[in-house]
């Protein structure tokens, strides 16, 4: 074949055989460039799980999973109602069902909404979770939270490599989405402002699931997913995390409209002939606003409504509080920051406690010496 290839290009033009030379040439390079483009792009292979007994243990634990990988965020000891909010978003994740639950401002609802989705697609307890906002800014300000945890938090590295590593491989750069492989074949991961779609690995319990932000008053209904396999898929969990304002709350129209947009378009969200589990933790801001009416299972019985309290019993000595109240009003009158009411808490305290119920025990700011002198 050689010698054929020899006397073909002496009867050849020299630019001919130029040519042809400078064509194999490029073509070559084009190999050697595809070649080198695709390992570089390939993430293969990925890291072993560090601790499979702690992965294990979180798989069915959801206060052991946000103990064990968010030790930051949950550092205090938890409430009774911290507990109770706990196993209702277990039983949501694990078991379905729908369930609202009313908590003070500043009790941990976001965080414990923010790694419940983290829980329920990491495990594939859950294929498609939508997290519902107050609106699209808020939504999209957890799911910027979410994707800090899956990009910084080394615990879920070490026992979700599966998940997180891919994600980690992108460094923070969307782009390199589409051309991400893994031995070879792509991953299908997405990294969007309003979405995540984990990797497809196979063997991986979270590969392909699916996490999408919206507001409230946004686009909800018919939302839908279409998997690298060309399976279109709903959502199967719905978390909707503090879904009213303080604007919204005063006007009875905008009450009315959410709320029927939570009895439509959201609980229709998995689809004809299929039930939508749920999870709505709420403050209520006024009587009768959409938490409100919600958490009443006179009117909303589907929603399995609880409230919990900041302060469940109120202190017997108030005559005790009301000269509190006016040491600390006098004391900011006077450019001050409240010392003196502080101390004659500290001289008044086993008075000022008495009959005092309060819910969260560690809930106090640093100034403050109790939960009970927080709450009132």
């Not at 001919?16 to 695709?38: I, M, V």
């Amino acid at each position: 074949r050689y010698v054929a290839w020899l006397a073909q290009q002496r009867h050849m033009p020299k630019p001919e055989r130029e040519a042809d030379g400078y064509e194999a040439l490029k073509e070559r390079a084009r190999e050697r460039n595809a070649q080198l483009s695709a390992a570089g792009r390939d993430i293969a292979p990925l890291p072993d799980v560090v601790d499979q007994e702690r992965k294990g243990h979180a798989a069915g634990d959801f206060r052991f999973f946000c103990e064990a990988y968010f030790p930051q965020t949950f550092y205090l000891d938890w409430s009774p109602d911290h507990l109770k909010v706990v196993g209702k978003i277990e039983d949501a994740v694990l078991r379905g069902g729908l369930f609202a639950l009313a908590m003070p401002r500043g009790s941990g609802k976001t965080s414990l909404c923010e790694r419940a989705c983290i829980w329920a697609i990491l495990y594939g307890h859950r294929r498609f979770v939508c997290l519902i906002g107050s609106d699209e800014g808020h939504a999209v300000n957890m799911l910027d939270t979410i994707k800090t945890e899956l990009e910084s938090n080394d615990l879920l590295l070490e026992d979700f490599p599966e998940a997180v590593y891919p994600v980690r491989c992108l460094e923070g750069i969307a782009n390199r989405c589409a051309g991400q492989l893994c031995d070879g074949k792509r991953t299908h991961i997405e990294w969007t402002a309003k979405e995540i779609v984990l990797p497809t690995i196979p063997g991986s319990a979270a590969s392909g699931a699916i996490l999408k932000v919206a507001g409230i008053t946004g686009r909800i209904r018919g939302m839908k997913h279409q998997t690298a396999g060309g399976e279109s898929i709903r959502p199967d969990l719905v978390i909707l995390d503090d879904p009213q304002t303080d604007e919204s709350a005063r006007s009875l129209s905008q009450c009315a409209t959410r709320e029927s947009i939570l009895a439509g378009a959201v609980l229709g969200l998995a689809g004809p002939g299929r039930k939508t589990s749920g999870i709505m933790p709420c403050t209520v801001i006024r009587p009768d606003d959409m938490s409100d009416r919600i958490l009443d299972r006179e009117t909303h019985p589907e929603w399995n409504g609880e409230r919990m309290k900041m302060l469940y019993r109120m202190p017997k000595r108030m005559d005790l509080w009301h000269r509190y109240a006016e040491l600390r009003a006098e004391s900011f009158r006077n450019d001050g920051n409240g010392d003196a009411a502080t101390e004659f808490y500290r001289e008044h305290r086993a008075e000022m406690d008495e009959g005092a119920e309060v819910a969260w025990p560690e809930r106090h700011n640093p100034d403050e010496l109790s939960a009970v002198q927080h709450a009132m």
